[in-house]
């Protein structure tokens, strides 16, 4: 569904894979899955996740290699990452954690613990998930009440307004194509024509002026829009 966190579950493992998909998928959050770490990196390159469940030994490229390429390129270094790994030695997680990765669990491990620690990234890369109250200058949107303002004026905006606001506020800065506001506003199962992006956009920036302020929304011409 759309406006779910979309987690990429990285595992050779059949059962394992399936019992990761499983429970992350019971949180309430999308998941996609892979077998090969060079079926990772393509599948990130496609669709951006908003969490990595990583395994160590993987066929080919290495879940370290991996990470590694993640973590040393600018559109995909902020992707969390959480390796999973059998190898329980300082050393090992001292090196999984030098490579990028944000937080390392040793197997076996308790799926209550790994959902810990999968909300705990998530609440950083996506706060909309977990009701955070987010802020950009004198926009605040409350999650928890599905409320916005502006200039402490409360803002009346369309449920697709809404999902476009918070992904904008999520990541101020960012510079999001039309696609991929695509899939993280309507969903990826849903066929939606791209130039339906512009009229939401549009109405978001009425909405947004109507205080009287400036337009925060920037138009990043062959690309897409950014917030600031």
């Known amino acids: 569904m759309a406006g779910e966190p979309l987690v990429l579950v990285v595992e050779d493992e059949p059962a394992q894979r399936e019992v990761l998909s499983y429970n992350i998928k019971a949180e309430g959050y999308s998941v996609m899955t892979a077998e090969t770490g060079d079926e990772a990196l393509i599948m990130v390159k496609e669709t951006t996740p908003d969490l990595i469940v ?3 030994m993987l066929p080919h490229v290495s879940g ?3 990470c590694r390429q993640l973590k040393s390129n600018a559109e995909t270094n902020k992707i969390p990452v959480i390796m999973l790994s059998a190898r329980s030695e300082e050393t090992d997680k001292v090196r999984g954690l030098e490579t990028g990765a944000d937080d390392y669990v040793v197997k ?4 209550a613990e790994l959902l810990a620690r999968v909300r705990t990234q998530l609440r950083r890369s996506r706060p909309a998930s977990v009701g955070e ?6 926009i605040v949107l409350d999650l928890a009440e599905h ?4 200039d402490d004026v409360q803002l009346s905006l369309g449920p697709t307004e809404f999902r476009l ?3 904008f506020m999520e990541r101020p800065g ?3 194509s039309r696609e991929q506001l695509l899939d993280r506003v309507w969903g990826r199962d849903i066929y939606v024509d791209s130039r339906t992006v512009d009229v939401h956009v549009g109405r978001l920036r009425k909405a947004l ?3 009287g302020q400036d337009d925060p929304i920037r138009t990043v011409r062959g690309a897409g829009y950014a917030l600031g």
Do not use: K, N, Q
């Open 54 to 56: 990583l395994d160590w």
């Open 165 to 167: 606001l918070t992904a």
């Open 147 to 150: 409320r916005i303002f502006r």
């Open 209 to 211: 002026r109507s205080t």
């Open 174 to 176: 960012r510079v999001w």
């Open 133 to 138: 109250r987010l802020e950009y200058g004198t």
């Open 108 to 111: 076996p491990y308790s799926v």
């Open 64 to 66: 370290i290699e991996v």
